[in-house]
């Protein structure tokens, strides 16, 4: 076995040293009628080539050669090369959590800079390591807001990502946390007279998502006074990372719940992506998920460590705020890559490209025939049509021409008929805007 | 240095401030191509929503990110530099391949909504992986949706309780073992369980007649790690399976150190009704300075109508697709189908081994573990007896006599080229030294990994003080983490900020 450091010999000089007979007295403590008597039924053993070849096989015909508007919550941009060649660095993959600071100097200070990133693109004071993903961390700041206001009920906009809102119904059945929706309006925003009467003085948490699922920029300044009137938090998910290029910060919000994929992370049939959980300074004892701060070392040098561990389950046990453990340091540390390439400037030129190749394909498909819902609200990348056609025969029809269609609305929308929510990014090439513009007239 | 250190000696470290502190106005790292739509106006298209400006992020040049990520990579110790013994975190090897397949443009690229029809062959490793894990594990039916170990707990004991649920009654708690891990309390409390402990006896397991003392109607199920962090197989297992059977309870098993047991036994076969598994530990998929992990979840038949939507069938045209239609689904618990990434990695490590290589690679694990302990006995205190797997559990007692924990030894060892142990944990042992080697060490390492802890107990004995300071050779002292709790400094601030604060 090639992942194997030892020969034959080896192991019976070992067996001998432990005055074992053979590698069977090891395993005595397992009662004799649970040992295995044979092998387990899977394949044999395949040759590093083989491997290979299999997963060739696999990823054939899927994805590669394709144009695609699909958004909806994972997005398709461009991977600048260095992310990779840095991921791969055995010295970051191969590290486990930064348990002892002095030889995980290179994990923590990375950490450091993912927090200070975030918290300067969503304009709170803190960020977290990261957490599982957008929709798990939607979860977890409901929990928080729960925790924070001593309230237990909690208020989700219906424009939210339908995946994260099964995610938070899961989570919220046995907290005690009852949740109610609030509708959208003509414009696919949050429909505001509605959320002001959904508040009540028991609400502790009220979550949008902006952009919203539909593509529509929330108008999170006003919706932050409607909840702040009532007591509650208001939790702003972003599910589009690469609008913070473009998009004002929803600083008026008291956690910023973001899915951070857009910033470097293959989309990878669905993950490992890479959530991340933001806040104001006095939040911060609530807020789950691991933390890295600076601090200073006995000669007096600058050095990061894992801090206010006493949130965490492996102190609190039971009480602690979440059992969250592992995170994604790793995809955590493509975010951060990403970042740093565009930077100051680059990420609002990235996100001006994205801006205008969804106005373009907007306009076009509106020339082509297809009925824009939801105008009036500004939007970042994404917006939803309205065809005659099933939306799932047109998406047959351009993926002959290997053009992967919009998002079909009515699996989670069923009232929104032919509707579908297409998502143009930097990579989406006119010619694909063009000749999608002539499938959705029909 | 110790002049009988033979792993390591020091070498130059490259300083490397903040990204920030590097950053200067005009600097970039990117190039996009020209825009081949009209251009736009922002602040016409988004009005009062447009951004005025990026704040502080970084503008660096494309080497300067190469040469920054590089100097902190080679701050951190990895698993490619050694022996990386920390109990109950399995740090094995990642084989490369696992990489390189991941990495595949048809599966790196592929978006989880694009039809199903351009999505078989993702489907494939989706549903060979669940094949396989179920046959490992001896259990019917999986879950490959939790993105993690203690979100695997969360999905099985959410489980447990749809099905109790179905039946009529919830039930009130989870019974945890006081070896345990803290996300299992933390679990059961998420899933809206008390939580009730259960003392371990003097050979650190699950007492049999506490148990039956403390299992009734409001027990929902006992999590039990198996083995436990001790290290410890749990004999009576079947048993323990059939106290609570016996009262309607169900048993979920921790499966954080499957990496004893793969090849040699099955969950499924000794009683266990639910467990999960951490691809990160057992299957290879690299731990990534924290994660991301992967916590799939393989239960028994009477189980199987709950998991998580959407599962894994094959249609009646022969295709594989995604089967939303649960109506007794306990939910979902995250977006799309899980670290689908992780996924690859495993089934490859799996197909590397197959079963011979599976059962040899446990069997060298156990091995590595016993042989450790041989060697340690006697310079360090093992407070239980019992016969271990796949890790050990010593104590700091003979060193504590001189003043010097389990976390002085850990920083030293540190100094001998080595990652440290796990430190103070299980918490049922009083300054624990749990030392898991996993089979990728050879014999010169377990032999070399030895002689230094066994340097380090006569160092304790002649020049304690020198130990408490520890490490000496590496590019930071001790960190005084009490200052990072007290004022927490959680993000950089231009110093013009930080100091008007």
């Not at chain 1, 461009?78 to 055995?90: C, E, Q």
């Not at chain 1, 701060?293 to 705020?321: P, W």
């Not at chain 2, 040899?360 to 019992?386: C, F, H, M, S």
Request: charged residues 20%; contains cysteine; proline residues 5%.
């Amino acid at each position: 076995m090639r992942y194997l450091p030892k020969s034959e010999s080896d192991r019976e000089v070992m067996l001998r040293q432990i005055g074992a007979k053979s590698i069977d007295d090891l395993f005595a403590a397992i009662p004799p009628e649970y040992r295995l008597k044979g092998d387990l039924k899977i394949p044999r053993a395949y040759a590093e080539s083989e491997i290979v070849e299999f997963f060739r096989d696999c990823a054939t015909g899927s994805a590669q050669g394709y144009a695609t508007f699909l958004g909806a919550g994972a997005y398709s941009h461009y991977r600048p090369v260095v992310i990779d060649s840095l991921v791969s660095r055995g010295e970051f993959f191969t590290a486990y959590t930064p348990y002892q600071p002095e030889i995980a100097q290179g994990t923590l200070q990375s950490i450091f800079e993912f927090q200070t990133m975030i918290c300067e693109l969503t304009g709170m004071d803190v960020a977290n390591a990261s957490m599982y993903d957008g929709s798990t961390g939607a979860a977890e700041a409901l929990m928080m807001a729960a925790r924070l206001t001593g309230r237990h009920k909690s208020v989700v906009a219906s424009s939210v990502h339908p995946e994260y809102r099964e995610v938070i119904t899961t989570y919220a059945r046995y907290q005690g946390m009852p949740i109610s929706t609030v509708a959208y309006s003509k414009n696919g925003r949050v429909d505001l007279s509605a959320l002001e009467k959904g508040i009540d003085n028991e609400t502790a948490g009220v979550l949008v998502q902006s952009p919203n699922f539909f593509g529509a920029i929330e108008d999170v300044a006003a919706i932050a006074d409607l909840v702040h009137k009532k007591g509650a938090l208001l939790i702003v998910s972003i599910a589009e990372a690469v609008s913070l290029g473009i998009v004002k910060p929803p600083v008026e919000a008291d956690i910023v719940s973001m899915e951070a994929q857009s910033f470097g992370v293959p989309l990878g049939f669905g993950g490992p992506y890479c959530g991340v959980m933001a806040t104001h300074d006095k939040f911060v004892r609530q807020m789950p998920g691991r933390l890295v701060g600076q601090t200073l070392d006995r000669n007096g040098k600058r050095g990061f460590v894992l801090t206010l561990s006493t949130r965490e389950q492996h102190i609190r046990r039971e009480k602690a705020t979440s059992n969250i453990c592992t995170n994604q340091a790793l995809v955590a540390l493509m975010c951060s890559i990403f970042m740093t390439v565009y930077g100051r400037e680059g990420l609002k030129d990235l996100a001006k490209q994205n801006l205008a190749k969804a106005h373009y394909a907007a306009g076009e498909f509106k020339k082509a025939g297809a009925t824009l819902l939801f105008e009036g609200a500004p939007r970042f990348n994404e917006f939803v049509i309205q065809t005659k056609t099933d939306s799932y025969a047109i998406n047959d029809k351009l993926l002959g021409q290997r053009i992967i269609g919009g998002f079909p609305l009515k699996k989670f929308y069923p009232d929104l008929g032919n509707a579908s929510l297409w998502c143009c990014t930097e990579t989406t090439a006119k010619a694909s805007i063009d000749a999608a513009a002539k499938q959705v007239a029909l | 240095m110790n002049k009988k250190i033979r792993k390591v000696t020091t070498h130059i470290s490259q300083n490397e401030v903040l990204l920030f502190e590097r950053s200067s106005a005009g600097k970039k790292a990117y190039e996009l191509p020209p825009l081949d739509v009209p251009e736009v106006d922002p602040a016409k298209l988004l009005g009062a929503q447009a951004r005025q400006d990026l704040g502080h992020m970084p503008e660096v040049s494309e080497v300067e990110i190469i040469r920054h990520f590089t100097r902190l990579s080679t701050w951190n110790y990895a698993v490619d530099h050694g022996m990386y013994p920390l109990g109950s975190c399995t740090m094995k090897y990642n084989p490369r391949v696992n990489e390189a397949v991941a990495r595949l443009t048809g599966l790196a690229e592929a978006h989880p909504y694009q039809p199903e029809r351009i999505s078989q062959g993702a489907l494939r490793i989706l549903k060979m992986l669940s094949e396989q894990l179920i046959e490992i594990t001896g259990m019917d039916a999986i879950t490959l949706q939790p993105a993690a170990g203690a979100h695997g707990e969360l999905t099985g004991i959410l489980l447990v309780r749809a099905y109790l649920e179905s039946l009529g009654n919830p039930r009130k708690k989870v019974l945890i073992p006081d070896s345990a891990h803290g996300t299992n309390p933390a679990t059961a409390a998420m899933a809206g369980y008390a939580v009730e402990n259960l003392k371990s006896n003097a050979a650190g397991m699950v007492d049999i007649a506490s148990l039956v003392a403390q299992v009734n109607e409001d027990v929902a199920a006992l999590m039990l790690t198996n083995p436990n962090t001790l290290g410890v197989f749990e004999q009576e297992i079947h048993k323990i399976a059939e106290v609570l059977h016996a009262k309607g309870a169900l048993l979920y098993m921790d499966g954080a150190n499957m990496n004893a047991l793969v090849g040699k036994t099955r969950p499924g076969d000794f009683g266990v009704d639910v467990m999960h598994l951490n691809l990160h530990k057992t299957f290879s998929t690299p731990h990534g300075g924290g994660g991301p992990g992967s916590g799939p979840v393989a239960c028994k038949k009477i189980l199987e109508p709950f998991l998580p939507s959407p599962v894994v069938v094959t249609k009646p045209d022969g295709t594989l697709g995604f089967d939303y239609n649960r109506p007794q689904s306990l939910g979902r618990v995250r977006m799309f189908y899980g670290n689908f990434g992780m996924h690859i990695r495993a089934l490859a490590y799996i197909m590397a081994n197959g079963p011979d290589g599976l059962r040899q690679t446990t069997e060298d694990a156990v091995l590595n573990a016993n042989y450790i302990r041989k060697g340690l006995e006697g310079a360090y205190d093992l407070p239980y007896k019992t016969p271990t797997m796949h890790e050990v559990v010593f104590s700091d007692h003979i060193q504590s006599q001189k003043g010097i924990k389990t976390g002085d030894i850990a920083k030293r060892l540190i100094d001998y080229g080595f990652h440290p142990y796990t430190v103070s944990f299980p918490l049922v042992v009083h300054g624990a030294i749990m030392i898991e080697p996993t089979e990728s060490e050879s014999k010169e390492s377990c032999d070399m990994f030895i002689e230094a802890m066994k340097d380090i107990a006569e160092e304790v004995e002649e020049h304690p003080e020198f130990v408490l300071e520890a490490p000496h050779n590496t590019r930071i002292s001790r960190l005084d983490e009490t200052m990072a709790a007290r004022k927490p400094i959680l993000r950089w601030k231009p110093q013009s900020e930080a100091v008007g604060k």
